[in-house]
């Protein structure tokens, strides 16, 4: 069973910087892949940044070019640099993992979340 321990969250102005990290233990961090979704009051969750055991990385269109998401393979842990954020940014942020299992599908697991509020 996968632990997380999120940190990183927090009030800030709209224009800010906040820096999520995502701490993991009870897998095999070199081939987990990890992200992170956000959910606001009401809403689905959404994507926001994945990246894979290799490295190669992905977003959100509507956090491109803002948020830098970067893994340390010898801490366990992945970070969610979010820079010129925006009031839209608040929201509960979810770090997740997956595990490759072939031929199973792969698991996913979730942390607790950790909240960022953007005031305008």
């Known amino acids: 069973q996968v632990q997380f321990v999120e940190s990183g969250g927090g009030l800030v102005e709209a224009g800010g910087s906040l820096k999520l990290a995502c701490t993991v233990s009870g897998s095999t961090f070199s081939i987990t892949h990890m992200g992170w979704y956000r959910q606001t009051t009401g809403e689905q969750r959404e994507f926001v940044a994945h990246?894979?055991?290799?490295?190669?990385?992905h977003y959100a269109d509507s956090v491109k070019g803002r948020f830098t998401i970067s893994r340390d393979d010898a801490k366990n842990t992945a970070y969610l640099q979010m820079n010129n954020l925006k009031p839209e940014d608040t929201g509960v942020y979810f770090c997740?993992?997956?595990?490759?299992?072939?031929?199973?599908?792969?698991?996913?697991?979730w942390g607790q979340g950790t909240t960022v509020t953007v005031s305008s």
């Open positions: 990246i894979a055991h290799t490295g190669s990385s």
């Open positions: 997740y993992t997956d595990v490759p299992r072939p031929p199973l599908p792969t698991q996913r697991s």
